[in-house]
């Protein structure tokens, strides 16, 4: 396929992205990483609610660092990665919320 028919499908993905809520796109990252849906949108709404901003661009960000994993992640994983953000709040908070989320 040329590069220039590309364009017109890649220019609607990020539009369509950048019209997502949080949520959708916590939701969509933890699909990608493995988690069943019902869990990552449970997940997604809860910590959407629950972050701040910057926690948010924290995760997103630990997010793409994980990029070579995607499809086979575990909550487990997900726990082992945010010990590195060293933030306390937004690691007890998505393994809370992840506990919660398998009950």
Do not use: H, W
């Amino acid at each position: 396929m040329q590069p220039l028919k590309i364009l017109p499908a890649l220019l609607l993905s990020a539009a369509l992205a950048a019209c997502s809520t949080p949520s959708q796109r916590i939701e969509r990252a933890l699909i990608n990483y493995g988690l069943p849906a019902p869990q990552a949108e449970c997940m997604g709404f809860r910590l959407a609610q629950r972050l701040t901003n910057n926690q948010l661009r924290q995760l997103d960000q630990l997010a793409r660092l994980n990029s070579d994993r995607l499809g086979r992640t575990r909550l487990e994983d997900i726990g082992r990665t945010l010990a590195g953000a060293e933030n306390p709040a937004l690691i007890a908070e998505v393994v809370r919320t992840g506990l919660g989320c398998l009950i």
